[in-house]
């Protein structure tokens, strides 16, 4: 079946440093990804989402890439902080119909050094 | 606002057992989806409800169901317990079904099968 997988599944970085945490996906009839983050004990949280009529999208220290061509997205971190130290994972849902479900990647550990 | 409550946050079972878990949305969110979370496969997504209906369901055995109330609230059950079950459940609420990056997720309920 289609699924969604992450290159690294951890990545360790210095404090103050950018981030990139990578995002392959399968299904090219995808049309809208997000990415979450979690951490310890709690449930995941929304962090930017992207639809596929779009390639780059912006929040505040986090940007999104999708590259369609080669079914790649990417989570970018400016200025990573201690408190990003999370699992983020990168979810896609498929296009059409009203039961579209959201398929997740396995996570990719994020840890900051001080 | 109040985000999603789910009970009990932990729970320790032996194989054979049923187990009820409550999970209740945030008010006015009338869409509650149901997830397993374990390190090796990530998040797997189970149901779906609107409406006090189903809208969609994961490839889980039948002895995973659940249900959504008129207030809804929902539950889901697991019955006849196995090793495998041992998993962090998590509950998502969202204002209608298939919303993405609308879904707030629940701290949880860490489930032990021993």
């Known amino acids: 079946g289609e699924s969604v997988g992450l290159h690294l599944p951890t990545l360790s970085v210095q404090e103050g440093d950018n981030s990139i945490i990578n995002c392959a996906y399968s299904?090219?009839?995808?049309?809208?990804f997000i990415w979450y983050k979690q951490e310890s004990g709690k449930g995941p949280q929304f962090i930017i989402d992207i639809r596929s009529n779009m390639d780059k999208r912006q929040g505040q220290r986090v940007t999104v890439l999708l590259n369609k061509t080669v079914k790649h997205l990417s989570l970018q971190i400016a200025a990573t902080q201690p408190g990003d130290s999370a699992v983020y994972f990168c979810?896609?849902?498929?296009?059409?119909?009203?039961?579209?479900?959201?398929?997740w990647g396995l996570g990719t550990s994020l840890a900051v050094n001080p | 606002k109040a985000g999603v409550t789910q009970t009990p946050r932990y729970l320790i079972k032996t194989r054979g057992q049923q187990v009820t878990l409550s999970c209740s949305p945030i008010s006015g969110h009338r869409s509650v989806s149901w997830y397993q979370q374990t390190p090796g496969q990530g998040l797997q997504f189970l149901f779906e409800y609107f409406s006090e209906t189903q809208r969609n369901k994961g490839n889980f055995p039948g002895r995973f169901s659940g249900r959504q109330f008129s207030n809804s609230r929902s539950e889901m059950n697991v019955s006849t317990l196995e090793l495998g079950d041992s998993a962090l459940y998590l509950c998502a609420s969202s204002p209608y079904p298939g919303s993405g990056g609308e879904q707030y997720f629940g701290p949880g309920t860490r489930l032990t099968v021993t």
């Open positions: 299904n090219s009839a995808s049309d809208y």
């Open positions: 979810a896609e849902r498929e296009s059409g119909g009203n039961n579209r479900k959201l398929i």
